[in-house]
Structure formats: C-alpha cells, structure tokens
C-alpha cells in the first residue's frame, strides 16, 4: 500500500468502526496543551488557522486511497492537533462530500474555536462531531487544558452550545474524567449543568488509556466513571471502555510493520492494544515489535498498564 502522509489507518475506533484518518494539522500544533494528551506535549500553542499542509495533496490523497482500496465507515478528521486549527478543513469536508457522499465524516474537535460561527459552519456538512468538555469553569480548564491565552472559557462553552442548535448531524460530546484534575463535587456539578444545556445526543465519558503528558496522572476508576453517569441522570451517557471494541481491522500480513507503525505513529500502543486493534495473535505482533526494535523503528516507555511502543524519532 502507498505509503500516505497525511491520512492513517484505517484503524479500528471504539466507536466508529474502520475509520480513515484525516491528519491536517502538523505534530503537535493545538490550542489545548492537555495534561493527559495522547499525542504529546503541545510544541505550539495557539488559535493562529493556516493551511499548514497543501490541501490539494490532501485531497489527492484521499482520492487515491478511496480509488484503491475498501471505503472505510467513518472518514475521521484527528490526530495530530486540533484539526480545525486547518484553515481548509470545511474545503475537505466539502470535497468528500461532494464525491463520496456515502461515507460519513467524523471530527474530533477540542472545540475551543467553535466560539467563531464561520468555523462552525465548515463543520455541518459533517455527519458526527465529537467535541470535548474536560471543565466546569476557567479554573479547572486552565489546570486540566492548559489553553493558549487566546482562548476565552466562557466563548468556548458559548460555542459549544451554538453548534448543537445548527448542527443537524450527530453530536457526541466527550468528557474526559482525570482523577485529581476534574473529579471534584463542584466541578463535576459545573459540567452537568453545561452538559444540560449544550443537550448532546451522547455524553461519552472517557478517561486515561495511554500515557499522558504529565507522568504522575493517573485513570479514573470504573467506579467514578458509574458514579458520575449516575448522579448526573442523563439517559445518554456511555461510558467509553477499552473493551467496547469489537472492530478488527483484517489486514494483509506483509503489511503488518507498516501497520503497527501506522498505528502507533500518533498513539502509543501496548502489546495488548495492538492485538486488539489489529486482531493479530499476540505472538506474530511481538515478532514483528522484535524486528521493528532491532530496527531501531521504534522505542518502549514502561507504564503502569504495560509496556507502551510509540514510533522513534
Ligand atoms: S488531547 Fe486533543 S486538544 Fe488536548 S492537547 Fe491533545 S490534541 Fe490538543
């Protein structure tokens, strides 16, 4: 398979089936400087949109992709930053749109942008947007987010409630829950009555699967995360495990290092994570991390949950 720069995967998501990867956003560009970001530590900081890949190459490439290979379930805008931060990211909606109207568009926005309505309105051509809410107020948010200066809470909030009223698409708001971060009585209280108002179509309670930035974070329990779903009282609340996914992605076994590459490129993986994601025996995948490390292709990070593999420099 050709080897793409700007797409990845598919991978199997938890909740969207085989998703396409749109990845329109350099490494690590984000308004947001997560303390549990997946991806790493926010290297710029800002709400500054530009076309920071050419859009044209973008499109060529999802075209030759959707040309020679099995259309996935979702076409997924993520990554490597907050991809609204893509001043082009509404001309590729609308292209894919345009040709491949069967395939849905997911987006996984940090929605700290949706303040301005012309970026809102790039975004309703797509099918599912996934905005995230990590804070009750500004406090929390600068402690948890860590935003660039830029960014005003209260606009934010404002513009994630806008979105659900011209939305017509499927709105799944994620609230991740770190334990010491955003666990606390009040805070959570703050953020059920936002959550009441922006009224979702699901509330996707997440917490900690991979290592964050900052080292002494830790996941929230299942406990809390039924606790929350049950004080909060609304129907629509999933609560998002690991174990949720049943997708496998079947993929050739000569591209079985260009795979485990492409998956762990942008998220580090344990063994276990890579056997579930790829739905290849556990033994084929440590050969191939065997020869990918002899290689020198990739590095560990030992964690509390496991041995992590994450692409080397
Ligand atoms: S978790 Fe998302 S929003 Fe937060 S820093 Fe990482 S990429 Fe940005």
Not at 31 to 55: A, I, M, N, Q
Not at 77 to 94: A, H, R, V, Y
Not at 277 to 290: D, V
Request: proline share 4%; glycine share 4%; charged share 30%.
């Amino acid at each position: 398979m050709r080897d793409y720069k700007y797409l990845f995967g598919p991978v199997p998501s938890r909740r969207l089936g085989s998703s396409l990867g749109v990845d329109v956003v350099p490494l690590k560009i984000c308004s947001l400087d997560c303390v549990y970001c997946e991806v790493g530590k926010t290297t710029d900081l800002t709400v500054d949109r530009k076309e920071y890949f050419p859009t044209d190459i973008i499109v060529e490439e999802i075209k030759d992709y959707l040309k020679n290979n099995k259309h996935p379930d979702y076409i997924t805008f993520s990554g490597s930053g907050e991809p609204t931060l893509n001043i082009s990211i509404g001309k590729i909606i609308d292209f894919i749109k345009s040709e491949y109207s069967h395939i849905p568009i997911a987006v996984l926005t940090n929605a700290t942008l949706l303040g301005d309505k012309h970026i809102r309105k790039e975004l309703l051509k797509a099918d599912l947007i996934l905005p995230s809410l990590d804070a009750g107020s500004k406090k929390v948010f600068d402690k948890i987010n860590r935003p660039c200066n830029k960014i005003d809470f209260d606009n934010y909030i404002d513009g994630l409630i806008q979105l659900r009223k011209e939305f017509k698409g499927k709105y799944w708001l994620e609230v991740f829950i770190l334990p010491e971060y955003n666990d606390s009585a009040e805070n959570l209280e703050e953020m059920r009555k936002i959550v009441e108002k922006i009224n979702p179509d699901s509330i996707q309670l997440n917490t900690l699967d991979r290592p964050g930035v900052l080292s002494d974070i830790y996941p929230a329990s299942r406990e809390m995360l039924e606790n929350i779903k049950k004080s909060w009282k609304f129907d629509n609340i999933d609560i998002i495990s690991r174990n949720n996914s049943n997708s496998k992605v079947n993929i050739v076994q000569d591209n079985v290092d260009e795979t485990i590459l492409s998956t762990i490129k942008r998220r580090p993986c344990t063994l276990e994570d890579l056997e579930e994601i790829l739905g290849i025996h556990r033994n084929e995948i440590n050969k191939h991390l065997s020869i990918l490390e002899n290689n020198k292709q990739i590095k560990r990070n030992i964690q509390n949950r496991g041995i992590f593999y994450s692409k080397a420099l």
